[in-house]
């Protein structure tokens, strides 16, 4: 079987792509440094998948690390490159610590297995797009300047997996843009852990509904848009590993060279307001929440053009919004009664 390496696989996205590379029979190599994953997501997914992977505890940025996992893992058919800090806010107060990380983290996987061909799919976002001029967003549309050093590094590290495929090398590149990847694995064995209080706001959601906390705060009810709040391409994050599986294949067909790159996401826009009715109509949970100001940094309105994933990568998301809320709903229960 082809051995996958899933750099960040513990975390909330790499781990349930674990699950669906192990149903697509690839051998996934999982390696995490554990900074913002908990080791036993490790045990959840021999749960689900009956063996517990190949794990390697390790930050990317030790170079020297980094060259001794390669000599330990020489035959690996596919990279899946998760690793990378990924808090908007928080990369605006500690923007060394973020290009710092997600640069020298890329920079190390991509020198250690630059001499094979290697398949390479690069976790990107839609957050490259800013606010963008049209809407649905296509991927000809232009990056715009990012609105956080989070942001800089996703567009940047495209820039450099573009750069490396265009100087002609073994690797074939895939960047896949998610847009706000929500929900959980229908095992309810794993799911979304953010440590401390959620930026996000589905977790938000889950937590206010179990009584963690005491009520959401929606980020502003004045925008140009239906009812006011932000509008967002919400994915469930078991599509979003399946289109990961998918760029691997298109990768593996002769006629795929060198790099492109795709929008993940559902191809509609829901506010706000409409996730949080989704959740009360779908769980029958009421929410308590209150409109308060905006969130500095925020766009106003967001979702993909998927066509060019359906036609091209031959991918396309199947669960909707309510199944998106109801997982998450269930995992929020699940975590509360059995904390890792
Ligand atoms: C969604 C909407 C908030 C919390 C970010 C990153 C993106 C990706 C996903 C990493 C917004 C509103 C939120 C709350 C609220 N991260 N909200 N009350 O900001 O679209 O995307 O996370 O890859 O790159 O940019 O996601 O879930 O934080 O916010 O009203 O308590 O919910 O204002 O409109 P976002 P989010």
Known sequence: MARILVTGGLGFIGSHTVVELVN?????VIVDDLSNSNIKILDQLARIIGY???????????????????????????IIHFAAFKAVGESVHFPLKYYRN???SLLNVLNVYHEQPVNFVFSSSCTVYGQPDHLPVTEEAPVKTAESPYGNTKQVAEEIL???????????????????????????????????????????ITQTAIGKRE????????????DGSCIRDYIHVVDLAKAHV?????????????????????????????????????TGVKLNYKIGPRRGGDIEQIWGDVNKSKNILKWQTELDLDTMMLSAWEWENYISQNPL
């Open 24 to 28: 697509a029979g690839y051998e996934p």
């Open 52 to 78: 517990k992977p190949d794990f390697y505890q390790l930050d990317l940025c030790d170079e020297p690390g980094v060259k001794k996992l390669a000599e330990s893992e020489p035959d690996i058919a596919g």
């Open 102 to 104: 997600n640069f020298y």
């Open 162 to 204: 573009k750069d490396m495929v265009a100087a002609g090398s073994n690797y074939k590149v895939i960047s896949l843009r998610y847009f706000n990847p929500v929900g959980a694995h229908s095992s309810a064995l794993i799911g979304e852990l953010p440590i401390g209080v959620p930026q996000n706001l589905v977790p938000f």
């Open 215 to 226: 009520k959401i705060t929606v980020f502003g009810n004045d925008y140009n848009t239906p």
């Open 246 to 282: 998918a760029a691997l294949k298109l990768m593996e067909t002769a006629n795929f060279t060198g790099y492109d790159v795709f929008n993940i996401g559902t191809g509609k826009g829901s506010s706000v307001l409409e996730v949080i009715y989704a959740f009360e109509q779908t």
